[in-house]
């Protein structure tokens, strides 16, 4: 086996994701709204598109941009966070601005619901900056608590629209020129043809064929590609 997709690959040191790293495509004009956030006290935005569409990667970008300016910003990952760490919603109105990932992941929670509808309840009161990201637009996340979806719709609603494949091309270049090497153009139209095209399964491909092409000391190849694919596939049949 080439490599196991259950083992966390941590081949580069981390990076804090910024605007200028984000390939915005067709979303220029949501990267641009976003930008000015900081500029703009009290704004809120409800930012919703697939996975891997870059929306953890622009929440993180805004905390980075208003901590260089000095100001305090936190991100919060729902899908990171036990049921028990409700508690952890206290206090946030104090900061300049607050993104909260993944909203759709406690849609139908009545206690994270209530408690994030008082939290951005606080936070607009003091005037802070919201930001909000769901895989679902809001229409389509069924809450049960029809007040925080009414303190949702109050803000911008912003959908991010999906790559063109020029797009989705230059975002697997960026990683791999992370990673420290270059992918081949031939391999590059080989995973669009041949490979599941959203951008969450590209981007983990290109970290596999960099681990595999370490590991196995091999140059990035079609052969190399097929094989990593393949490998792949057959550990998510056994899942």
Known sequence: MLFSPQIPLQLMPHRESRFADFVSGPNSAVVDALKHM?????????????????KTHLLNALCYEVRE??????????????????ASLQ????????????????????????????????????????????????????LGLPDLASRLAWGLRL????????????????????????????????LLKHHDRSMTALLQTV?????????????ITIPLAREVLKAAGADQEKQ
Request: with cysteine; charged share 25%.
């Open 38 to 54: 900081p500029d703009e006290p009290g704004s809120h935005v409800f930012l919703y598109g697939d996975a891997g569409s870059g």
């Open 69 to 86: 300016r000095q100001g305090r910003a936190f991100y919060l990952a729902l899908k990171r966070l036990p049921k028990d760490a409700i």
């Open 91 to 142: 206090g946030l109105e104090q900061l300049d601005l607050v993104c909260v990932d993944d909203l759709h992941v406690i849609a139908g929670q009545e206690a994270w619901e209530e408690a994030l509808f008082h939290c951005f309840n606080r936070i607009r009161e003091a005037g802070g900056r919201l930001l909000v990201s769901s895989r679902l637009r809001l229409s389509a996340l069924h």
């Open 159 to 190: 959908p991010l629209m999906p790559l063109e494949d020029d797009d989705k091309l230059a975002v697997v270049n960026q990683r791999s020129a992370a990673l420290g090497f270059d992918l081949p153009a031939e391999v590059q139209t080989y």
């Open 207 to 219: 970290e596999n064929l960099h681990y595999a092409a370490l590991t196995h000391k091999r140059r």
